[in-house]
């Protein structure tokens, strides 16, 4: 009977931002190996959202920078292969979410190393600012008053 291998296949983590949540694998990819992700191969480099290329998902140059800056302050842009499921809330919350993940995954690679970096930067904290709820009697949104009558 063959034995199973216990080393580690990918570093999970879970970002989230306002009501997006982010779940993050960084798969060690070697260069003969690929990972699949539903019906896609990854490769190492590339960045998968939902079943698509994170460059169609989130376009614009603003965007990349972003998603790139915790793989570019730790040295780790070519090495891994990274799959990302992200639901709720809208592009902007899901993005923030993304990173945050990121840096938790590779905070769980290497915490000496990637930590200090990561919290310097502020990577690493939860932006805990979310909806502020609706309240009863007030006429609609969280913070409109009822139209008060002329006479």
Do not use: C, W
């Given at each position: 009977?063959?034995?199973?291998?216990?080393?580690l296949?990918?570093?999970q983590?879970?970002?989230?931002?306002k009501?997006?949540?982010?779940?993050?694998?960084l798969?060690?990819a070697?260069?003969?190996?690929?990972?699949?992700?539903?019906?896609k191969?990854?490769k190492?480099?590339e960045?998968?959202?939902?079943?698509q290329p994170?460059?169609?998902?989130?376009?614009?140059?603003?965007?990349?920078?972003?998603?790139?800056?915790?793989l570019?302050?730790?040295?780790n842009l070519?090495?891994f292969a990274i799959?990302?499921?992200?639901?709720g809330?809208?592009?902007a919350?899901?993005?923030?979410?993304i990173v945050?993940?990121?840096?938790r995954?590779l905070?769980?690679?290497d915490k000496?190393?990637?930590?200090p970096i990561l919290k310097?930067?502020?990577?690493?904290?939860?932006?805990?600012?979310?909806?502020?709820?609706?309240?009863?009697?007030?006429?609609?949104?969280?913070r409109?008053?009822?139209q008060?009558?002329?006479?």
């Open positions: 009977m063959p034995k199973k291998s216990t080393a296949k990918y570093y983590a879970i970002g989230r931002r009501s997006a949540t982010a779940s993050i694998r798969h060690l070697t260069k003969e190996k690929e990972i699949t992700f539903g019906d191969k990854v190492k480099g960045i998968y959202v939902n079943g994170i460059d169609k998902y989130f376009s614009g140059e603003s965007n990349k920078v972003e998603y790139l800056t915790p570019k302050l730790t040295d070519d090495r799959t990302v499921k992200v639901v809330g809208g592009k919350g899901q993005l923030d979410a945050l993940g990121i840096s995954a905070e769980k690679v000496a190393t990637y930590r310097k930067q502020g990577l690493l904290t939860r932006d805990a600012r979310i909806r502020e709820r609706r309240k009863v009697g007030m006429g609609g949104k969280a409109r008053k009822k008060s009558p002329k006479r």
